[in-house]
C-alpha cells in the first residue's frame, strides 16, 4: 500500500504542477472581467502555452489587452526552482484619427525603442499608425500565488494591476482625445 501511496502522490503532484498555468489562466480572466474587460480570443498552441486576447469595454485608454502565458518548468524541477512562466503582456490603444504630426511621433519613439528589450518591467511602445502598443515580458514563479490546496487571489490581482497600471500610464500620454 506504501508503494501506491506514493505513486499516486506522484502523479497528483506532476498534474497539479501542469495545471497551475491553467489555473492562472482563469484566475486572469476574471480578474480582467471585473476591470471590465471580455475575453475575445483565446488560443492553447501546447499544453503550456496560452495565449488570451481581451477587449476592454469603456476603458480611457486601452483598446485591448494579449496576455502569453508560456510555462518553462515542468515536472520535478518545478519543485526545486518553481513553476516560472514567461508573461507577456501586449497593451493596445487605438486612435480613429490620425494627423501628420503622430507619423512623427510614431517614428521617434520607434527609434528609442529599436534597442529596448521589453524586460522585467521594461516597456517598449510600438507604433502601427492607428494602434499603439505598449509590451512588457516578466519571468514569474506562478507557484507563489497559486498553491496545492489554495490560491492567493489578493496578491495575484494586485500583481496584475501593477502590470496593467504601468502599461496603461505608458500609453496614456499617446491616447487622443475627441471632443
Not at 57 to 85: C, F, W
Request: net charge neutral; glycine share 4%; hydrophobic share 40%.
Amino acid at each position: 500500500m506504501g508503494i501506491f501511496d506514493l505513486a499516486k502522490k506522484i502523479t497528483h503532484s506532476r498534474e497539479f504542477t501542469s495545471s497551475i498555468d491553467e489555473i492562472f489562466v482563469g484566475e486572469l480572466i476574471n480578474f480582467m472581467y471585473k476591470k471590465g474587460a471580455v475575453l475575445i480570443e483565446i488560443n492553447s498552441p501546447t499544453e503550456s502555452s496560452h495565449s488570451l486576447t481581451f477587449k476592454f469595454i469603456n476603458h480611457p485608454v486601452l483598446y485591448m489587452l494579449r496576455v502569453i502565458v508560456d510555462r518553462k518548468v515542468e515536472g520535478i524541477t518545478s519543485k526545486i526552482i518553481g513553476s516560472q512562466a514567461i508573461l507577456t503582456f501586449e497593451a493596445v490603444i487605438k486612435n480613429e484619427l490620425v494627423e501628420p504630426n503622430d507619423v512623427l511621433v510614431m517614428y521617434q519613439t520607434d527609434f528609442k525603442n529599436m534597442f529596448k528589450i521589453p524586460l522585467f518591467g521594461n516597456v517598449k511602445i510600438n507604433h502601427d499608425l492607428n494602434y499603439i502598443i505598449a509590451t512588457t515580458t516578466y519571468l514569474k514563479d506562478l507557484g507563489k500565488y497559486i498553491k496545492s490546496d489554495s490560491v492567493d487571489r489578493e496578491a495575484l490581482r494586485e500583481e496584475l494591476n501593477l502590470i496593467l497600471n504601468t502599461l496603461t500610464e505608458h500609453l496614456a500620454p499617446l491616447k487622443k482625445k475627441f471632443d
